[in-house]
């Protein structure tokens, strides 16, 4: 690469040193108004706003949201659930995506390589949710094997990327 961006692959447009800048500065409080943004990386509010609009439009900005602690709200318990499969059809996997995807307590969803298939990130508000969401799920498709693990403590938890710095070629 030259001039010390780095390729969007999906787009043919760069990230260079200020576009990171605005990427950082937006994932700790999106809240901010385009003059403060621009303040923060050097930039008057009319490029500054030039620049969201276009990291927006490449996809690079998915959205801009609030985060909600889980526990204040009465989701006081994380499990992490691994699914293995014995059918590894399009089909199967379609039907279960969709099933899967439209389950509200399902926070996360991958699939992995390794020593299981799925791996879900759960949120609920009790064993008794739990129970009522594990049901749901063994239900909606035919499982191998459904593995729960419940969170004892959140230790770290972060929403922030950390964006690659700038390489010059």
Not at 25 to 43: K, M, N, T, Y
Not at 87 to 102: G, I, M, N
Not at 150 to 169: C, D, G, N, R, Y
Request: charged residues 25%; neutral net charge.
């Amino acid at each position: 690469m030259t001039d010390a961006a780095v390729q969007i692959p999906e787009t043919n447009r760069r990230l260079d040193a200020i576009d990171r800048k605005i990427l950082m500065v937006l994932q700790e409080d999106a809240s901010l108004s385009v003059a403060e943004i621009g303040d923060r990386v050097g930039l008057s509010s009319t490029p500054c706003w030039k620049r969201i609009q276009r990291l927006e439009a490449d996809g690079v900005i998915l959205k801009r949201v609030a985060l909600v602690d889980q526990n204040k709200i009465g989701l006081g318990i994380s499990v992490f659930v691994s699914v293995e499969s014995a059918d590894h059809s399009d089909a199967w996997l379609k039907r279960f995506a969709e099933a899967v995807s439209a389950m509200p307590e399902v926070m996360e969803f991958y699939r992995m390589a390794g020593d299981v298939d799925y791996m879900l990130r759960v949120v609920v508000a009790d064993m008794q949710a739990y129970d009522v969401f594990y049901k749901k799920l063994i239900s909606a498709v035919p499982l191998k094997n459904v593995t729960s693990r419940f969170a004892m403590e959140k230790i770290k938890s972060v929403t922030t990327l950390p964006i690659p710095a700038v390489v010059a070629a």
